[in-house]
């Protein structure tokens, strides 16, 4: 992060934005974030590290190109018409490469399907989340902390997840970076591989139903962080 800061390739203004407070912060905690936890997934399997270096892809080209609009339904309706939106472009690349990691991390066809809705719901998720400072990084951390207490490649993943969330948490609340989708993207991705990788079908389908719902009530889930 610090080396983006120093350097701002394509100039300040690329890495700067106004947070809902009116107050000018950097975004180089996203691609710093999201480079560090895809190399962390990556030490832990493959197939962890693409979905999150995807996920963190896609959300940066939203962050650069994205437009004010939020949620499925705004971005579908918008497809539909014949425009395709940065949002939408976000929600095929990190489905896409969550289908992938799910191939890789799992056997069986319906544990992949699963697998990857896990995955690309997950990071949906936690970017629904970051709408304050401190809100997507601090759920990470929450619903994150039980996978600290398995053994193996779960526990490494959400280890990867946690580590890179706690690095960037103070900057975050202090209101100086915001992760953007880049970030949130990230860790979401991290997050989800480590549920897949420390569950079974009926973990991933309980995971599965859950991200599912919530990103059909994405602006109610939005509305919420916001009222925290």
């Known amino acids: 992060m610090s080396l983006l800061r120093a350097g701002a390739p394509g100039g300040r203004a690329r890495w700067e934005r106004r947070n809902h407070a009116g107050r000018t912060v950097g975004m180089y905690a996203g691609p710093a974030s999201a480079v560090a936890v895809a190399v962390g997934a990556a030490r832990v399997h493959p197939g ?25 339904r705004a971005h579908l309706k918008a497809l539909r018409d014949g425009e395709v939106t940065s949002g939408a472009v976000k929600l095929f690349g990190v489905s896409a490469a969550g289908l992938a990691a799910g191939a890789l991390l799992k056997e069986r066809p319906a544990d992949r399907v699963l697998a990857g809705v896990v995955i690309a719901g997950t990071a949906h998720f936690v970017n629904l989340l970051d709408v304050r400072p401190g809100r997507a990084v601090g759920a990470v951390l929450t619903l994150g902390a039980p996978g600290l207490l398995r053994a193996g490649p779960a526990c490494e993943l959400t280890a990867a997840a946690l580590g890179v969330a706690v690095a960037v948490l103070p900057d975050d609340l202090g209101e100086r970076v915001m992760i953007g989708d880049t970030g949130a993207h990230a860790l979401g991705a991290a997050l989800g591989a480590a549920v897949v990788a420390g569950n079974r079908r009926a973990g991933l389908l309980a995971h599965a139903v859950a991200v599912v719902v919530a990103a059909r009530h994405g602006d109610r889930v939005s509305a919420w962080a916001r009222s925290w």
């Open 48 to 72: 962890a590290g693409l979905a999150v270096l995807a996920a963190g892809a896609c959300g940066a080209y939203d962050d650069v190109a994205g437009d004010h609009r939020r949620g499925f």
